[in-house]
């Protein structure tokens, strides 16, 4: 490379995921000759909310935090979407995920529209009681912004269902006693106990592995002994390696914040979790694996990548690396517009996030109706509700896939953009 040539690559600022997002919408809109007053409105926020909100910490200091609940579309119903704690998070990207969960909604199917949220911040520098006291007085900062019928919250990167318990006890305790029972459903991703969905912990992972599995049998591939990699050891990492794993396929490296490990023998899925359990979430050091350089990871011998940390990982020089020949996007925006068309040139499929982790946002659904009716699922309905759901939803977008000869992200999206159309041509504008 010259030098010339060099300095030019450093100069170019790295395309963002709101950059990426856009471009997908323009592509999507292109592909549809979607209406251009549609376009304008889908184009933009309905609402972006930035709060500074100061919390008392154990020392007996106070320290302001910033969050952010980007409203994007709520066309076909409430807005719905997770919130993050990260201290990469701002405006921008909380727009692009606000974007992702309007098509991730419309392309499920669900009566929903998209949001999403956060607060920059490094969760692992704080202790349990003061999380506790920064995510109350957050929810109580946003006040009616989120509501039941409104915008309702679930768990992302770094939060739980003891995050989402903390937000529902707040926010009930600022109704009136007889409106209390009637909000329990302002967020999802509850503890079981607390009006939670059973197996709405493994409903993203699961929706992974699903979509892996669709895939798979659409194109008479076996799993058994297919090798895997995954990016991100979290819940949503975790459960796609726990299906895979019971599909007979081989977990062969991983990569947390902390490191990058590899053994060709496989890793054993549950061993792997009680490690990190033991090792303050890490997973580097666990017994019989090789640790590696970071950015040697999507370069490993691998049949399936599945990418379940952040966006924007998988970027236009990673794209040269990758052996794989399916990447399944656990994460929201994982691969960059520029990675995708050296991918799909190099002949791998993707499964795209809007349909490959669209599981959770389904389980938060069945969810969300299980507390709004008064209803209690078993494991065994909500599994077979999921499973039916998301095979309905994949055959879709492979069928428009192959009757317009375009990829699956493509598909996806024109199915997406076009419920939304023909709900704004029904409906009309309001003058």
């Known amino acids: 490379m ?25 592509n999507a809109a292109e592909l549809i000759n979607l209406n251009p007053n549609i376009k304008k409105i889908l184009s933009v926020t309905n609402n972006e909310l930035i709060i500074h909100f100061p919390v008392r910490m154990d020392n007996g200091e106070v320290e302001v935090f910033k969050g952010y609940r980007v409203q994007h579309n709520n066309a076909l119903g409430p807005y719905k979407g997770g919130l993050r704690y990260h201290p990469t998070i701002d405006v ?15 392309l499920a199917g669900l009566p929903y529209g998209g949001a999403k949220g956060g607060i920059q911040i490094d969760p692992k520098k704080y202790s349990n009681a ?39 006890d707040t926010y009930m305790s600022t109704k009136a006693p007889s409106e209390r029972s009637r909000n329990q459903h302002v967020v999802t ?5 607390s009006g939670g969905l059973e197996g709405r912990d493994r409903a993203t992972g699961f929706g992974v592995f699903l979509t892996i599995k669709f895939w798979a049998e659409q194109k008479s591939v076996k799993l058994k002994d297919k090798t895997f990699i995954v990016q991100g050891f979290g819940n949503v990492g975790y459960w796609a390696a726990h299906f895979l794993e019971k599909e007979g396929a081989k977990f062969v490296g991983v990569q947390d914040a902390f490191g990058t490990i590899v053994n060709k023998e496989g890793i054993e899925v549950e061993k792997l979790l009680a490690y990190t359990k033991e090792n303050q979430g890490s997973i580097v050091g666990f017994s019989n694996s090789e640790n590696i350089a970071k950015e040697d990871f999507f370069g490993l011998d691998c049949d399936i990548c599945i990418p379940a940390a952040l966006g924007n990982q998988i970027t236009e020089e990673k794209a040269h690396q990758i052996k794989a020949f399916l990447i399944a996007e656990g994460a929201n925006g ?10 799909l040139e190099k002949g791998v499929a993707i499964i795209p996030d809007i349909l490959c982790n669209s599981g959770g946002v389904i389980g938060s659904y069945f969810e969300w109706l299980q507390n709004r009716n008064g209803e209690l699922w078993e494991l065994n309905e909500i599994i077979e509700r ?4 998301m095979k309905e939803v994949f055959i879709k ?5 192959e009757s317009k000869k375009i990829d699956l992200r493509s598909a996806a999206y024109v199915l997406a953009i076009e419920r939304l159309e023909r709900t704004y041509i029904q409906r009309g504008v309001f003058p």
């Open 130 to 168: 003061e999380l506790e006291r920064i995510t109350r007085r957050f929810t109580y900062a946003l006040g009616d912004n989120i509501g039941p019928e409104h915008d309702i919250p679930a768990p992302d990167v770094n939060t739980n269902a003891q995050t989402m318990a903390w937000i529902a």
């Open 92 to 106: 921008d990207a909380v727009k692009a995920l606000a974007m992702w969960m309007t098509w991730k909604t419309s």
């Open 2 to 26: 010259t030098l010339t040539k060099e300095l030019k690559q450093k100069q170019q600022p790295k395309q963002g995921m709101l950059e990426n997002v856009m471009q997908q919408f323009e």
């Open 397 to 401: 977008v492979l069928n428009v896939a």
């Open 334 to 343: 994982p691969t960059t517009v520029e990675a995708e068309k050296i991918l």
């Open 189 to 193: 991703g509850k503890p079981i106990g």
């Open 386 to 389: 999921l499973n039916k759901k």
